[in-house]
Structure formats: structure tokens, C-alpha cells
């Protein structure tokens, strides 16, 4: 089969057509991808926020009902039969309170609602202790009552009108029972498997929809942890059972608890799968249309050539000789073309030339990036070539671009990359890594001469006037390359940690990195 120019372009086409096609459906997949994740992980937080939000007003709500009833209780603090029977019309109005109580200032139980048998003992678990310490309106943390359960103790103090303190009166919730956390937290508003939990300011879970979980000291949960240092946010997380989730936690001020909202990361990217395959579908008429359309126009694009084609095998066929008269002219077109197309192509090679140089050089200072100094570095190592490496990072740089703004602190990282040049041989080259932070790499350099040349630089920068008018500092570490004993990377992060170091022992100095 003779493979024409009209196959060839048309192939062409037809590849550029699926690669854009597919460019176009894996872009989306991903944007796509993102988009779902990034939302699951904002609603999670704003869901989170919201039930935070309620949790706290209910608490509040309920404190507020036992502030009202305190001078009540107050009143009656040495009728037991009726403080009785006010919190059983407490608990029959606030469905909140698993229980009631009231307390004396010696700790011992006057009247519960209802009755759970601790009434005339004394209470001597954390959360009383905690009120009669307190003796203000307080929830405190979860504990063992003396009944064996797991709960929380909300409290507020009574007073007579002597301003004297009698006790407490308390509500409690039980947390490994039916109760107001429980109705808040336990149905959440998405099917697909997400779910919410509580844990407290010691990372203990205080709501976790396997009630056998309660109870439970989830400290190595990452989220715990953020909630532990007051946060609240959104992240991707791996549960207990090693399943991903995207979750979205908030922190509650008044009662130091976090309430985490999080959904299984497969549910998040289900639809994707979807998604992708409608763009496919809408995409195939367009690409159908544009492939016929292609046809027809590679037909009207090759037809001149391949009559000039023609043409040149029935010049060859006869001898030389043929009856068009307008060959000459089909010729010098043809050959104008060849030419033209060769220097594009050769203008195109020298922009592409000019991309590649571009795409290696530090648009501020002028400087070659990280992506030539893996360049060089490889190409060092292939060759078995020693180099030795000066790390360098301006000192107290923040400082300079909070006084005098970020073009002043542009001018001084220009100022520190002409110092740099101005010290290179040959073959060094000067790297700028990002932010202040540059890197010298020293050709056929042994470490005794880096170190040379590091100090060199430090003092004509330290001594130098800047940009800023004043004079700035700089720390270096310096290390050389062990061929066959370390990688490029453990060389960075070896002479990095010497670059540290130097900031460490207070900074304006040359740090030798340890072999």
C-alpha cells in the first residue's frame, strides 16, 4: 500500500484528535476529581460547624434551665420530697438531662429524678469534685459516676440569700445511652456512609455512632490532635479501620469538645465515573464531525502535491518531456514551500531553544533554577565528576520584606545573586532553590575550597551596603559530593542541615556539613 500524504496527515490528525480528546477527558477526570473532593471536604466543615454550632446552643440552653431552677432548689434545699419532685418537673420539661440532681456542699446526694440510687451517699468521682472545687456554672469532662456509667455532669451552684453556698444541682448525660448528643449527632444528612463523632480535650470519644467506641482515647487521630490545639478545618484522614475519608472538624470554645463530620472518600469520587463518561459521550459527535471535516479539508490540502507528484513520475516516465506547460511554475511553488517550511521549522527550533533556556533560568535574579541543578548535578555523577555544594540563605530575609516591602526584597535577592556571580569560576554554577534561599555548585571543587570561597562571599555580603541601604547577613553550609556513598538528595539534605545549623549557632556564618 502506498502511503500517500493524504494517509499521513490524515493519521496525524487522527492522533492529535484522540490525544487531545484524551488530554481533555484526564484533565477533567482530575479538575473534576479535585472539584468533588474539595467540596465533600467543605460541606463536611460547615456541617461540622453547624452541628458544633447547635451542640453548643443546647448545652447553653440547658445550662440556662439550670440557672433558673437553682434558686429554686435553693429555697428547698432541706425538703428532699420536694426537690424530688421539682427536678422530676425539670426532667418531664427538658428531655436534655439523662438525670437530675441535687447535692449538698459536702457532696452528698439530697434527690435525684429519676431515682437511680445514690440518694444520702456521698459523691467522691471527678465531675462533683470538680463542681464543689469550682463552684461555678461548669461541664465537666467525662467520668465513671458511682453508678458504673460514662458521663458528663453539667452544674451549676446554688447560694441561699446569705450569699452561702449550699451545693450543686446538676444534670447529667449518659454518654453510652440514648441521649441529647446522640439525637443531635447520631443521623447524619448524607446516606452514603458518612458519619459524625465527639471527642473531648483529652481526645477521648464522648460520641461515635459504635457505642462500643465510646469511651475510647483516640490521641493518634491527627484530627484529634488538631482539635486538641483548638482548630478546626478540613482534611483527608485514614480512620482506625484504615478506610479514607475526607473530613470536616470544628472546635467548641465553651465546652472544649471537637465535632468531626467526615464521608468515605470512595463515596466523595463516586459520581466521577459518571462525569467522565457523559463528557465522552457529549465529546463524540464533535470529534466525529471534525474527523469527516478533517478528511475533506486534508483532500483540498494534498491534492496540489500529489498532482505535483503526478506530474514529476510522468516527467520521469517520458523521458523529460511532458504536454503541461505549467510545470515550471508547480515547481518553484513546491520548492518555496520546502524552503519556507525549513525555516520554520529551524525559527521554531530556535524558539523551542529559547523556551528550554527560559524553563531554566530564575526569572528574578537571572539565576538557573532547581530543575538545571538536577541537570548539572546528574550529569556531574554520570561523569564521576567531584563537585562540592554552598547552600545559602539570607538571614532574618522575612524581616526585610516586612520593613521594606517585597520589591526592596526582590533587589536585595538580585543584590545577593550578583555577590554569588561574581565569586563563580568556569564551570560553578549559581542556583537560585525559591524564596531566599540559593545553592553554588562547584566544579572539580574539594571541600576546603568551598569553604574558602563560602567565607569569601559571607564577609562581601556582610559587609556590602544593600538595597535596603543597611547591611545583610547570610549563613551558608558547605559540603562536598562522596561519589558511590550518598545520592544527590542525602547531599542537600546533608549540607541543608548544616545550612541550619549555621542558623542555629546564630546565624552570619559557614557551616561544614558532617561526611
Known amino acids: 500500500m502506498i502511503k500517500t500524504l493524504r494517509f499521513w496527515i490524515t493519521l496525524l490528525v487522527s492522533f492529535a484528535m484522540i490525544g487531545i480528546l484524551s488530554i481533555t477527558l484526564l484533565s477533567g477526570y482530575y479538575v473534576t476529581k479535585e472539584n468533588l473532593i474539595n467540596n465533600s471536604l467543605e460541606i463536611n466543615r460547615v456541617y461540622s460547624m453547624k452541628l458544633a454550632q447547635l451542640t453548643e446552643e443546647v448545652f447553653k440552653g440547658m445550662q440556662s434551665n439550670l440557672q ?7 429555697a428547698e434545699i432541706d425538703d428532699a420530697e420536694k426537690l424530688t419532685e421539682k427536678l422530676a418537673d425539670l426532667i418531664s420539661s427538658s428531655k436534655n438531662f439523662n438525670s437530675l440532681s441535687v447535692v449538698n456542699k459536702d457532696g452528698v446526694v439530697l434527690a435525684t429524678s429519676p431515682e437511680v440510687g445514690i440518694v444520702g451517699k456521698k459523691l467522691d468521682t471527678e465531675g462533683p469534685k470538680e463542681a464543689l472545687s469550682e463552684r461555678k456554672n461548669l461541664i465537666s469532662t467525662p467520668y465513671r459516676a458511682a453508678t458504673g456509667r460514662l458521663l458528663i455532669l453539667i452544674s451549676t451552684p446554688l447560694w441561699n440569700e446569705k450569699n452561702e453556698y449550699l451545693g450543686f444541682l446538676s444534670g447529667t448525660i449518659y454518654l453510652q445511652e440514648d441521649n441529647i448528643i446522640h439525637d443531635i449527632l447520631g443521623e447524619h444528612f448524607s446516606t452514603d456512609g458518612s458519619y459524625v463523632w465527639v471527642v473531648d480535650n483529652k481526645g477521648m470519644l464522648i460520641y461515635h455512632p459504635d457505642p462500643e467506641r465510646i469511651g475510647e482515647t483516640v490521641l493518634e487521630n491527627e484530627i484529634t490532635q488538631k482539635i486538641l490545639l483548638h482548630k478546626s478545618g478540613a482534611q483527608k484522614i485514614m480512620n482506625s479501620t484504615g478506610k479514607d475519608y475526607l473530613a470536616g472538624y470544628t472546635y467548641i470554645k465553651s465546652s ?5 463530620s467526615q464521608t468515605p ?3 466523595s469520587v463516586k459520581p466521577l465515573s459518571g462525569m467522565v463518561y457523559k463528557m465522552l459521550l457529549y465529546a463524540l ?3 466525529m464531525f471534525f474527523f469527516v471535516l478533517t478528511i ?8 496540489p502535491l500529489r498532482k505535483l507528484a503526478t506530474f514529476s513520475a510522468n516527467l520521469k516516465e517520458n523521458g523529460g518531456q511532458s504536454e503541461c506547460a505549467d510545470i515550471p511554475t508547480w515547481y518553484f511553488e513546491a520548492k518555496q514551500l520546502n524552503g519556507t517550511i525549513h525555516e520554520y521549522a529551524k525559527s521554531q527550533q530556535q524558539r523551542v531553544a529559547d523556551y528550554k533556556e527560559r524553563s531554566y533560568t530564575d526569572p528574578l535574579t537571572g539565576l538557573k533554577n532547581r530543575r538545571y541543578g538536577d541537570k548539572v548535578t546528574a550529569r556531574w555523577t554520570m561523569d564521576n565528576r567531584p563537585f562540592s555544594m554552598i547552600m545559602i540563605d539570607i538571614d532574618h530575609f522575612k524581616a526585610v520584606n516586612d520593613r521594606y516591602g517585597h520589591q526592596i526584597g526582590d533587589e536585595v535577592l538580585k543584590f545577593l545573586s550578583g555577590k554569588m556571580s561574581e565569586i563563580i569560576r568556569g564551570d560553578d554554577v549559581c542556583i537560585r532553590l525559591g524564596g531566599e534561599e540559593f545553592v553554588i555548585l562547584l566544579a572539580e571543587t574539594d571541600v576546603q575550597e568551598a569553604m574558602d570561597i563560602a567565607e569569601r562571599l559571607r564577609i ?9 541601604n543597611n547591611n545583610i547577613t547570610i549563613s551558608l553550609g558547605v559540603g562536598s559530593y562522596h561519589s558511590n556513598r550518598e545520592t544527590i538528595l542525602e547531599l542537600f539534605s546533608r549540607v541543608d542541615k548544616a545550612l541550619y545549623q549555621a542558623k542555629v549557632d546564630g ?9
Open 68 to 74: 433558673v431552677k437553682a434558686s429554686e432548689m435553693s
Open 256 to 260: 472544649k469538645w471537637g465535632v468531626v
Open 265 to 267: 472518600y470512595e463515596a
Open 285 to 287: 459527535p464533535f470529534v
Open 296 to 303: 475533506v479539508l486534508t483532500e483540498r490540502l494534498s491534492s
Open 460 to 468: 562581601n555580603v556582610s559587609s556590602t551596603i544593600c538595597p535596603t
Open 507 to 515: 546565624r552570619n556564618r559557614v557551616v561544614l556539613s558532617e561526611n
